[in-house]
């Protein structure tokens, strides 16, 4: 039979094992200094946000926006979240963001800013967007080129593929079409203000030679694309 002495040792044992378990708990939340906590919970909302934009979710974006989290969040690639949404051609997202303060022309590791990206898209109304929130078309991605450069390189692509026949007329001309429109976007934005070169005829000229598109001999498309490079090379 256990004596009562037996049972208070039990008990006092079992009490000081008690305030040892909560002295080790108070212990290690220590060891998490409060600001590497408030990093911690920064990184959580943050990755949440690239998830949003990823699932083209506007609502959750909008919420976490109004809760604080940064406009321009990015990942370890230094891909900024208007970055994905401009990848994935989100246009509501990508309006909100810039609404929300994000940066037009942050550059991920490559250098790439959104706008190289939405011109590698042809998304024409997010170009407008990016454009409308100063993006500069000047900026040079990892391979030295800018939005006017990248538009060249469709070009010369779009050359390459009529002679070796790859492509149908009819795509070719949509294609030349919307370099065109991109190049009207970045004019008729103002940004023609900003740089010597621009002025109101380039416009004029781009608008005739989008309406020459959409008619004329296919033999005319070696001299139509040649007269848009040209374009390019003096804007």
């Not at 060891?31 to 408030?38: D, G, L, N």
């Not at 690239?50 to 976490?64: R, Y």
């Not at 989008?210 to 390019?232: C, F, T």
Request: charged share 30%; with cysteine; hydrophobic share 40%.
């Amino acid at each position: 039979m256990m004596s009562h002495s037996s049972n208070k040792t039990e008990d006092d044992s079992r009490h000081s094992l008690r305030k040892l378990h909560a002295e080790f708990k108070a212990k290690r939340k220590l060891r998490i200094p409060e600001e590497i906590q408030k990093i911690q919970k920064e990184f959580c909302k943050t990755y949440r946000l690239f998830q949003a934009v990823e699932l083209n979710n506007v609502e959750k974006v909008k919420n976490l926006l109004q809760q604080g989290v940064s406009a321009n969040s990015t990942d370890f690639e230094l891909r900024s979240v208007l970055h994905v949404a401009v990848s994935k051609g989100y246009a509501d997202i990508v309006e909100l963001l810039l609404k929300y303060g994000a940066d037009p022309n942050k550059k991920d590791m490559i250098h790439n800013t959104p706008l190289h990206l939405a011109v590698c898209l042809h998304n024409i109304s997010i170009i407008s967007m990016l454009i409308n929130a100063n993006a500069d078309v000047s900026s040079l991605d990892n391979n030295g080129r800018t939005a006017f450069q990248l538009a060249s390189s469709k070009l010369k692509l779009l050359q390459s593929s009529w002679r070796a026949g790859t492509i149908e007329m009819i795509k070719l001309r949509e294609e030349m079409k919307q370099v065109v429109d991109l190049l009207l976007s970045i004019l008729m934005r103002g940004i023609e203000e900003k740089m010597e070169k621009m002025n109101s005829s380039d416009v004029d000229d781009l608008q005739m030679m989008k309406l020459s598109l959409n008619s004329g001999p296919d033999e005319a498309v070696e001299e139509q694309i040649a007269n848009l490079l040209e374009e390019i090379e003096k804007l």
